[in-house]
């Protein structure tokens, strides 16, 4: 027997799959997991070895406005270890602190409280610069880009000296990968903006993984052309949040590079698609609602085969997670009604509906959930209560039969598994 650990919100669930039925274990191939004094000395080489980039203390200059550019409270950066040497190299430049400005990206998303302003940035960060979210900012226009996505940006970005962008690099289900100019758009966009570009993931070319001939970021990345995006700094992490490589310098160039290094690590091959998939988001903040946790429902859906089960594993403790999201899926009537939703009237929040509709269209969906029944079923997934996970998974191996093939995918948020060509 093979006993599953699945992280569940801050707390963690377990199943035992008899070891006759699990096909595989899709895990990332990580390194040696690096010390404290390992990952500030590889986001300091990163800074002085950028990619297509002089090193920052070349670039910043005294005087300079610097806006740094963080991720918001839904996303697994570690910003409370890569700022403080950012802000390190930008002081050995001559810059002082009040010149200093973190903006959290916060696209749509709520709010932070002050208190997550610290916890996301470090005690010491926090007592020493600015730090405010884009949202209550003014955005101004900069342009149009080439397939007429209006750029509204974050008037704190515009009056930027120098802006660097940091975050972390992992697969995202419509643009591709997260990290690089994504800080801008949707970070620093207004909702315009946003759901002008995200009204491309109808277009064919995009998906978890792509970037060549992908709508949704190529129009990112043409941000460049409008806001000079002069350094970025993204990560690849474990799931301990360890940063396990570091890039930094030109937007475009240094992100690449973080994606192949991604793919070296997350993408795995898979023999073939099983009957039986158990994915978990990877815990908080993966699964702080359902709205994110999409994102390894989404994973998992290329490891299933047609007609197979999805076990969604996520605390989800905030519910829904945005309103126009869970408008969308309390009027539903059905999966398909989404999708020709979407179709007819783009709107954000929407799109991870249709994102959750597309997955239930092949396979069956069970939500293992901290939430009542009734938003579960709503979502047109299965309701299981945490506590009764494996009770259900005895059941689907009985509906599948003794040759019920399972496979498990514990960071389901970030893995992309591929079936071997």
Known sequence: MYEAKLKFGKTELSVNIPKRNLQDVVLGVFPPAPTPEEERAEIERSLREPIG?????????????VVIMASDITRPVPSYKILPVIVDELNAAGVKDEDITVLFGMG???????????????????????????????????????????????????????????????????AGYSGGAKAILPGAANKETIRANHSMISLPGGGTGVIEGNP?????????????IDYIVNVVIDSGKRVLRCFAGDYIKAHREGCRYLDSVYSRPIDKQADIVIVSCSGYPKDINIYQAQKALDNG??????GGTIVMVGACSE???????????????????ILDR?????????????????????????GVMDLEREKVEKLYMQYCHPDDIQTMFDSLLQEYGDNASVLVIPQAGSILPKVKE
């Open 319 to 337: 519910g829904y997670g945005e309103d126009t999201f869970e408008e969308w899926i309390n009027s539903a009537t059905s999966p398909q009604s």
């Open 108 to 174: 749509i998303h709520r709010a932070h409280t002050p208190q997550e302003h610290e916890k996301l940035v470090g005690s010491e960060i926090y007592r020493r610069v600015v730090c405010k979210d884009s949202t209550g900012d003014e955005y101004i226009r900069v342009g149009v880009s080439s397939r007429g996505t209006p750029y509204n940006i974050s008037k704190t970005v515009l009056d930027a000296d120098l802006l660097i962008c940091t975050g972390n690099v992992e697969y995202h289900w419509f």
């Open 301 to 306: 859906n290329f490891a299933v085969r047609d």
């Open 53 to 65: 980039a002089p090193p920052l203390r070349q670039v910043a200059k005294p005087g300079q406005k």
């Open 216 to 228: 949704v970021r190529e129009d990112i990345d043409e941000i460049g052309k409008f806001v000079k």
């Open 342 to 366: 979407l179709q007819k009237d783009f709107r954000l929040g929407g799109h991870k509906a249709a994102g959750i509709a597309k997955v239930l269209l092949r396979a069956k969906v069970v």
